[in-house]
């Protein structure tokens, strides 16, 4: 397929794909973003609304980037983002909720720097770009490419702290790319549910996460709960808890106060299996939200969209329960 003639968008955020070591400085920094590898034929722009490592990225800057997209989503085949890996599935599934656009929008980063002889930063974007452009990606809804590997906002999260192949997921990859030489070839194994649009004209709500171990006893959950307008929680397993959490759970949603149990285990999803004190059944009956196979952190930003837009207990607790995202 010709590319000739397409129109790509590249919008570079920061992350080691673009750092380079800080000769003044301990250690990497973003400084230069990287130039897209040939793409004969296609007029290529690029935007940079911040120049981050990705653990400096909020929910305000995925806003940001969400408003960019769609200003430049009408003149643009495909957009690709460039972001530090850290949190970058927490943007790419903030893009996902909120952003309403056909445009096939593909998110990617790199593992290594561009000093180290094995930068994966050109190769990535480069699959990135054949993807953003290819017509089979229009309506997915944004994708991350890492490694050839094409996952879907929802489910991709990054599972490596320093190997190349960073990204995966349960259920795992929704596509492939892979080049032979100018030829790029795509295959999509999958197409990612449709799902509703939440896009707030602001984001008005604090949402904090707690994070289970053997033997809390709700260290931390008072605090949390005084300050933020809903919580989530990395529970255990299917989302249980420790006895002395379920009277501050019930306490939390008696008050309207949302709480979203998820869980620290790397997939699956959360049921109300268990009847003893803290067991998911007594947390759901107390009023506790099921995030259903979502991690904690996704969870926290669909929660915090949906508190923004004013959703109440109970339309929250729907969007969770009927999977709307
Ligand atoms: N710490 C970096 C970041 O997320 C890691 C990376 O980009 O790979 O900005």
Redesign the pocket.
């Known amino acids: 397929m010709t590319l000739a003639g397409r129109r790509l968008a590249v919008i570079h955020t ?4 673009a ?1 380079r070591p800080d000769p003044g400085g301990p250690g ?1 920094t ?1 400084q230069q973003a990287p130039a897209v590898p040939g793409l004969p034929g296609v007029t290529v722009t690029a935007h940079q609304p911040f120049r ?6 909020t929910p305000e800057h995925m806003l940001r980037l969400a408003r960019l997209i769609e200003r430049l989503a009408p003149d643009a085949d495909g957009i690709v983002v460039t ?6 599935e927490e943007t790419a599934f903030f893009l996902h909720l909120a952003l309403a656009t056909d445009t096939p929008v593909l998110l990617t ?3 290594r720097h561009a000093e180290e002889v094995s930068w994966d930063g050109p190769g990535n974007l480069l699959d990135a770009a054949h993807v953003a452009l290819h017509p089979d990606s229009r309506g997915r809804g944004p994708l991350v490419v890492f490694g050839g590997d094409l996952f879907d906002a929802r489910t991709v999260t990054k599972v490596h702290t320093s190997a190349v192949d ?1 990204f995966g997921g349960y259920p795992g990859p929704i596509g492939r790319i892979d080049r032979t030489g100018e030829t790029a070839h795509l295959r999509f194994f999958a197409r990612p549910e449709a799902r509703p649009v939440y896009a707030p004209a602001r984001l008005g709500a604090r949402v904090e996460i707690l994070y289970a171990y053997a033997g809390w006893q709700g260290e931390g959950y008072e605090g949390a709960a005084a300050r933020a307008d809903g919580l989530v929680i990395a529970a255990l397993g299917t989302g249980n808890l420790p006895a002395e959490l379920l009277p501050l759970v019930a306490a939390s949603a008696g008050a309207g106060q949302p709480v979203v149990i998820a869980t620290r285990t790397h997939a699956g999803p959360i049921l109300p299996v268990y009847g003893y004190p803290g067991g998911g059944a007594t947390l759901v009956a107390a009023g506790a939200i099921p995030a259903s196979f979502l991690n904690a952190h996704k969870a926290r930003l669909l929660l915090l969209l949906l508190l923004s837009l004013g959703h109440g207990l109970e339309e929250i607790r729907g969007v969770f329960g009927a999977g709307e995202f």
């Open positions: 920061g992350g080691t794909i750092s990497l973003p981050l490592p990705s653990p400096h990225v972001h530090g890996t850290d949190t970058l980063g790199s593992m960073a």
